[in-house]
C-alpha cells in the first residue's frame, strides 16, 4: 500500500461539486475513485484537500489516495487521464508518507475569484468569469476586503444552516487586481484579455459557500449597495442575513493549496 | 437604409459553421440575421468577410449588413447582443458607406491554429486547441512552410472537389510561434499557458479547407511523416491526395480580416 499525493485541474461547469454523491456520479471525487477502482481493481477513498462547490472550478486542487498497484508513477497517471473525462487534468503525482492527508495537512487555501466588469465576457472565457455589468468601484471593495483580514468569527458567511463546528477561520489576504481598461463595451481589450476585476483569498480554511459570500458582498460595496464599514457590523452580528448574496460558483476556481 | 460593419467574435464549437443552411438554425449567419430581422420587422443578409467550417471560431470576424433602423450604432449593438447566444458577442459596430462589402473588400485574412503539444490540453482550453501528443520539430514545420508562400495554385489544399471557380491564391505569411518549455506532460507551463505551437497563416483569401488541410501537412513534416520539400510537388501536381490530412477545427480561429 502507498500513499499519492496528486495535482488536478478540473472544469467544474458540469459537476455537482467535489464530493461524492448518491444521486449523481457527476463529482470530481466520484470520477476519480471510478478510475482509481477500475485501475486497482478495489474501492479507493479519495481525499480532497476541500470540497468545492458545484460549478467551481480548480487550477490545482490536491488529492491523496492509497493504493496498492504494481505500476510506476507515471503509468497511474497516464492511466487515470486516459480513463478521465476531458474536463479532469491530473498533472502531477508524487508518492508521499503514508501519514499525508490532503485536507488535514493543508495549511492555506488560496481560491480566485474572476468578475467580467463589462457588458460582456469574452465568448472563450464565457465559463470561467462572472459578468457585473456596472462599474466596480475597487477602492471601496478593497477598504470593505480589509475588515476580513484577519482571525474572526465566520458565521455570517457560511452558506450551511445549523453550523455546529467552530466557524472561527483566518484569512491572510485579500488581494484584489483591477485589469480593467476603461473601455467598457469590450469584452477583451488589446492584449485580448477581459475587462477583469480579480480576487484572490487565501486563509487556512472556508467554510460552505464562505468565498462567494464574501465576494457577493464585496461587489455590493463596489456597486455602492452598502458602506464598506458594514462589514464589521456583519462579523459581530454573526448572521448570514447581514452579509451580501452568495455570488455564481462560475467566476470561482481554487488556485493553490499549501503544506509545511 | 444604412450600411453596418462589425466585429464579432464566437466560440463555434456548437454551431455548423458561418453559412445558413436550410436544416440547421445552428450557424453564425443565422443566429446574426434572426436577431436582426426580429429587430427590424423585415428580411436582412449578412455579409460575412468568409465562411468558416463548422467547429471553426472567430477572435475577430468581419461582417456587414444593411437595414433601415431609427437607432444608434450602440443601441443596434445593445440590441444584437441582448438576443445572441453567449457563445457570439458582437463587440463594435460602425456605419459604413453603401458600397463597403466585408468579403469583397477584404484585401487580408490570418487564421490562427493552435497546436497543444504534450499529452493534454489545459482543461480550460480544451475547446480550443488541438492535441498532438508525439513531440513536433518546429524547424521542419517552418521549411515545409516557406514552401507555401506566395502565390500558388492551391487546388491540392481545396476540400471541395470539381471546385470550377480559380483555385489561385497568395499566402503572404505563415508563422509559427514555438511556446513549448519541454515539460511534456504539464497541460500548463508556469505562466498557466498550454505547451503550444501556434500556426498563423496570412493571405488574400483561402479555399475551403485550405487551412485545415495546410496545417495537416505541415503537422506531417513536424513529426517526420513527410519531407518538408515534398510541399513543392504538392503543388506541382494539384491533387488533393498529396496533401496532408484535414485536420480537426477544433484549434482553428479567424484572427484578423484587413481592408484598404
Not at 448570514?240 to 488556485?255: E, K
Amino acid at each position: 500500500m502507498k500513499n499519492y499525493k496528486i495535482l488536478l485541474q478540473y472544469d467544474g461547469t458540469r459537476y455537482k461539486g467535489w464530493q461524492v454523491q448518491k444521486s449523481t456520479d457527476m463529482t470530481i471525487q466520484g470520477k476519480l475513485q471510478a478510475v482509481l477502482e477500475k485501475m486497482s481493481g478495489c474501492p479507493v477513498e479519495v481525499h480532497g484537500s476541500g470540497r468545492t462547490d458545484a460549478g467551481v472550478h480548480a487550477l490545482a486542487q490536491v488529492a491523496n489516495f492509497k493504493i496498492d498497484v504494481s505500476m510506476t508513477e507515471t503509468e497511474i497517471l497516464d492511466y487515470m487521464n486516459a480513463y478521465l473525462p476531458e474536463d479532469i487534468f491530473v498533472y502531477e503525482i508524487a508518492e508521499v508518507p503514508m501519514r499525508f492527508h490532503s485536507r488535514l495537512n493543508a495549511v492555506s487555501k488560496t481560491y480566485r475569484y474572476r468578475i467580467c466588469n463589462a457588458k460582456r465576457a469574452n465568448v472563450f472565457e464565457r465559463k470561467y468569469v462572472e459578468v457585473i455589468t456596472e462599474p466596480l468601484d475597487v477602492e471601496k471593495m478593497r477598504e470593505a476586503a480589509a475588515w476580513l483580514i484577519g482571525e474572526h468569527d465566520f458565521r455570517a458567511f457560511c452558506g450551511k444552516r445549523n453550523q455546529k463546528k467552530s466557524t472561527v477561520r483566518t484569512i491572510t489576504e485579500i488581494l484584489i487586481e483591477d485589469n480593467r481598461t476603461k473601455e467598457n463595451y469590450k469584452p477583451v481589450n488589446k492584449e485580448k484579455r477581459n475587462e477583469e476585476v480579480v480576487i484572490s483569498i487565501s486563509g487556512n480554511g472556508f467554510l460552505q459557500n464562505m468565498v462567494r459570500i464574501i465576494v457577493g458582498t464585496l461587489v455590493e460595496a463596489g456597486l455602492g449597495k452598502r458602506e464598506p464599514e458594514s462589514i464589521k457590523e456583519i462579523l459581530e452580528k454573526k448572521d448570514r442575513s447581514n452579509a451580501g448574496y452568495t455570488i455564481s460558483p462560475r467566476g470561482l476556481a481554487l488556485a493553490e493549496v499549501k503544506y509545511d
